[in-house]
């Protein structure tokens, strides 16, 4: 007689009880909700005080913003000419130093207020070009290679030194912080001027510009030299009938090559241009690209105090009640 055993049986710890998940579930959610309840119910009891707190912070900080002046600023983009950049960013932080060690007297010699001093600040950043961010060196490569090829002649060594200029000058933006509009605007101007009054860069800024205005007159000349020559050899292929030839005989030795001849003249013609735009650019030692307007300088809206102050306030207030909550509990069980 064989004994009976129950197939598939399980302990009863292994038995889920599918009501006994639920009624846990159920009793949880029942909580949370309580405790949404509760919150709501402090709210309501303390509505009045809060409204009060957020009122309040909403008036001190349309109240501090009435009383504070908004920071104005003005940028001024600068290109530094002669190798004067190392000059231009000493300049400022002599000027920054000054401000921040309050020496009246430095600034009373260009005529600035003195009490403009308490908000005035000045900063110096370099404008990184696009253009010049991700330089093409295969093409400057190729450019050299091609220069090369005049390396005798003077207007390359120009050519290349303008080159060099565009990618080592860039520019440069002076930012003047101040809160009182006509002062500060009037002092970034007296301030501009005093960077730009350099003896030894205003007399080596003569030289440049007496030397370019030299050079393109000699230019000039030959470019009128060159002009006659080829209206000469016009006239004889005129005369002659001959245009199977590219030379003019001047004599039973000598030649005259039309092509050089009129490549030089491209080429003056293309240093007289890059003379006279030097001319421009170089009539200021810091040569002022755009002087900007006044500027409200933006803060962000967590910064202004019309939103802080009233969540200041409720952040103080909960914690305050909290506290409480704590002290209340502590005294129970301190009592049972």
């Not at 190798?83 to 921040?100: C, P, Q």
């Not at 001093?117 to 961010?133: D, F, N, S, V």
């Not at 091609?146 to 005798?152: A, D, G, I, S």
């Not at 030894?200 to 030959?222: I, P, S």
């Amino acid at each position: 007689m064989t004994d009976n055993k129950p197939v598939n049986a399980r302990p009863d710890s292994d038995e889920i009880d599918l009501g006994k998940l639920f009624k846990m579930i159920r009793n949880g959610f029942r909580a949370v909700f309580r405790s949404f309840l509760r919150f709501f119910l402090y709210l309501k009891h303390n509505f009045v005080i809060l409204a009060i707190l957020v009122f309040a912070g909403f008036a001190i900080g349309l109240a501090l913003k009435f009383v504070i002046s908004d920071e104005m600023k003005t940028e001024v983009i600068v290109k530094p000419n002669f190798d004067s950049k190392d000059y231009l960013y000493n300049v400022v932080e002599e000027i920054e130093a000054n401000l921040k060690a309050k020496d009246t007297i430095f600034f009373m010699e260009m005529g600035i207020v003195v009490a403009e001093l308490e908000t005035l600040r000045i900063e110096i950043e370099q404008i990184q070009e696009e253009r010049y961010k991700e330089m093409d060196f295969e093409g400057d490569l190729k450019y050299l290679a091609v220069l090369q090829n005049f390396k005798e002649d003077s207007f390359v060594l120009d050519a290349v030194k303008t080159e060099i200029q565009k990618k080592n000058n860039l520019h440069h933006r002076i930012t003047f912080f101040y809160k009182n509009v006509l002062a500060g605007r009037a002092a970034s101007l007296k301030l501009m001027k005093y960077i730009e009054n350099n003896l030894y860069f205003n007399e080596l800024k003569e030289v440049y510009n007496q030397n370019a205005r030299l050079k393109v007159q000699r230019n000039k000349e030959l470019i009128g030299q060159i002009d006659n020559l080829i209206k000469g050899y016009t006239e004889n292929m005129l005369k002659t009938g001959n245009t199977s030839q590219n030379t003019l005989t001047l004599d039973t030795e000598n030649g005259l090559d039309i092509t050089g001849l009129l490549a030089l003249k491209n080429s003056l013609v293309s240093d007289t241009e890059r003379k006279k735009l030097e001319l421009v650019e170089q009539e200021e030692v810091v040569h002022i690209i755009n002087y900007g307007k006044n500027q409200i300088v933006r803060t962000p809206l967590y910064a202004q105090g019309i939103t802080v102050i009233p969540a200041m306030l409720l952040t103080f207030f909960f914690i305050y009640a909290f506290i409480r909550y704590l002290n209340k509990k502590a005294l129970e069980i301190e009592k049972s």
